[in-house]
């Protein structure tokens, strides 16, 4: 089960109104960070940006692969551990608008992660240490420590042995 506070809306859906949600100018710097991190070749650049401009957690040695797609509107929610990659193109969330409500919830990536290329992260999920999501998956539930996920709708592919 994903972690995500609801928030009721009446009228027009939630997306139609955005800004009674975040601040058009907060999303608006959101966005021209990210799209500088987004083309940024240089991992130590990139970890700063996000973590100065952006409020998200990065540990150290994590690289964020280029295109990677951090939320533009709650960046800050998104915590990612150390030594961990993110592959190509992927995308972290950690809002999601429907039609009567909007949700947020946080994103936590442990240390020593690798997300494959192509992947989605939905809000208020939890991946462990050592776990590997395979390119193309859809993570929208918790990845216990050392597992090995892949596919949409995710499942588990087999437990990695732990270190000794």
Request: proline fraction near 5%; aromatic fraction near 10%; avoid cysteine.
């Amino acid at each position: 089960m994903r972690r995500t506070t609801k928030y009721p809306v009446s009228g027009a859906n939630s997306l139609w109104q955005v800004y009674k949600t975040v601040s058009f100018w907060k999303v608006f710097k959101n966005v021209v960070i990210i799209q500088i991190g987004r083309y940024t070749p240089f991992m130590r650049l990139k970890n700063w940006l996000y973590r100065t401009f952006l409020h998200m957690e990065i540990g150290e040695k994590t690289a964020l692969a280029f295109m990677v797609m951090p939320d533009i509107m709650f960046p800050e929610k998104i915590k990612i551990g150390r030594n961990s990659i993110i592959g190509y193109n992927t995308t972290i969330l950690a809002h999601e608008y429907l039609i009567d409500e909007y949700r947020l919830g946080d994103v936590i990536i442990g240390d020593e992660v690798m997300i494959g290329a192509n992947s989605t992260i939905l809000p208020g999920v939890v991946i462990g240490d050592r776990a590997i999501v395979a390119a193309g998956t859809v993570v929208h539930k918790d990845v216990p420590p050392g597992a090995f996920v892949a596919g949409n709708p995710m499942r588990m592919i087999r437990m990695n042995k732990p270190l000794s």
